[in-house]
């Protein structure tokens, strides 16, 4: 397992319009959840911005997907009652903000729209002319298994202080499985990040209604570390690793440099994975009253990294890289600098090198540990022989715990 990742296609915007389309969230109602891996019949909440203000007309049509996200063989009317396509009907203008802009806001389930089957989903948010804005993942599962999940250092003694192991069994009593390797797949995830996944998993033991996966290298993801972050919860006062703050057309916000070192250590950082929560302390309702503010952020690194392109790196853009988030190289000052919008609240994020094959590297500039704090989750997709699509049967996540 690398945790090097292969983009298609490096820079992705769906549409002219997907250029002012900020705060994307699709999340449960309770508070500090962020997963969209939900049992079925959860109510999510899509929400996002559009900066234009102009309160367009927007559409969300939510697909079923295999367990390898293409699309399923299912009608609409198959895992759906009512209808797979809809207009986004909450929508509100923000209120006392130096940056104008329109939020809107849909929940799944709801009165329109009541999903059916277990399964892999994929909401598209559309425009007036039928095109794609945004999309976003999300997964809805039965409790038909249990799955049990450890995650421990890497046994490997060339990556044992970089990489964490992962084991999990599943425990099946509930459900006839006659030939695993052929009915079951299984999606071992990293922080939620589709982009770190391990797939194409088979059983290493088989017992009566279980199955058990102890792997000692397959399992095997870079520990990274515990990603940096930064509060703008005051939009005119300094908060938590905000230096400075500049007022011009709207506020500038900037951050506490980080320095490069390439003999780097682990550093213990409480986090929230790579997450963002929106909030604001200055007004009631952070959909519409949080501002936005310009961020800006450096990177210290005595001479640029070769034919790379540096950028930030987070669930703010769901972990993509584009060219918003690119850094760029000041030889004056020697670091990395850039800047772009974002909505007031608490975020992670850390930084990504790119190379000239457009292979993604997390851990380059912030070091890979086998101490970081993740969480893994695995998802079990079961399809019988016969069976029109997978469905999700069960889930279970760990975390790495240091006094293992």
Do not use: C
Request: no cysteine; hydrophobic share 35%.
């Amino acid at each position: 397992m690398t945790q090097k990742i292969i983009i298609a296609i490096l820079f992705f915007t769906t549409s002219f319009y997907a250029q002012n389309i900020k705060s994307i969230q699709l999340r449960p109602l309770q508070e500090n959840n962020y997963s969209s891996i939900v049992p079925l019949g959860t109510v999510l909440e899509l929400s996002f911005d559009d900066l234009d203000a102009d309160s367009k007309d927007y559409n969300y049509r939510i697909e079923h997907m295999t367990h390898d996200w293409q699309k399923s063989r299912l009608l609409s009317s198959q895992f759906i009652d009512g209808f797979d396509e809809n207009s986004i009907l909450s929508v509100t203008n923000s209120f006392n903000t130096f940056q104008n802009y329109t939020h809107y806001a849909v929940k799944i389930p709801n009165i329109n729209s009541v999903i059916t089957k277990s399964g892999n989903y994929l909401i598209s948010v559309i425009d007036d002319y039928d095109e794609v804005i945004f999309s976003r993942k999300f997964v809805l599962y039965e409790n038909t298994t249990t799955v049990a999940v450890n995650v421990s250092r890497s046994r490997n003694t060339k990556t044992i202080n970089t990489q964490q192991t992962v084991e999990f069994t599943i425990n099946h009593p509930s459900l006839r499985i006659n030939n695993p390797s052929q009915e079951i797949n299984v999606v071992l995830l990293k922080n939620e990040n589709w982009n770190e996944k391990i797939t194409d998993l088979q059983p290493t033991f088989f017992k009566q209604n279980q199955l058990q996966y102890t792997y000692s290298n397959k399992t095997n993801f870079w520990g990274g570390n515990e990603y940096l972050n930064f509060d703008s919860k005051f939009i005119r006062n300094q908060s938590l690793n905000v230096v400075r703050i500049e007022m011009r057309d709207l506020f500038h916000h900037y951050l506490y440099p980080f320095t490069y070192d390439e003999n780097g250590k682990y550093r213990y950082n409480p986090d929230i994975n790579g997450q963002f929560v929106i909030r604001t302390l200055e007004a009631a309702n952070p959909n519409t009253e949080a501002d936005y503010a310009m961020m800006h952020f450096t990177l210290f690194a005595d001479e640029p990294f070769a034919e790379k392109g540096v950028y930030v790196y987070g669930a703010f853009n769901n972990f993509e890289i584009n060219e918003e988030n690119k850094l760029f190289y000041n030889f004056e000052d020697k670091s990395y600098q850039g800047a772009f919008l974002l909505k007031q609240g608490f975020y992670n994020y850390t930084f990504a090198t790119v190379d000239k094959n457009e292979v993604v590297d997390t851990n380059e500039i912030n070091g890979t540990y086998f101490q970081t704090e993740n969480e893994y989750t695995v998802l079990v997709y079961y399809k019988p022989f016969g069976g029109l699509y997978d469905r999700v049967v069960g889930i279970g996540s760990g975390y790495y715990n240091q006094s293992r």
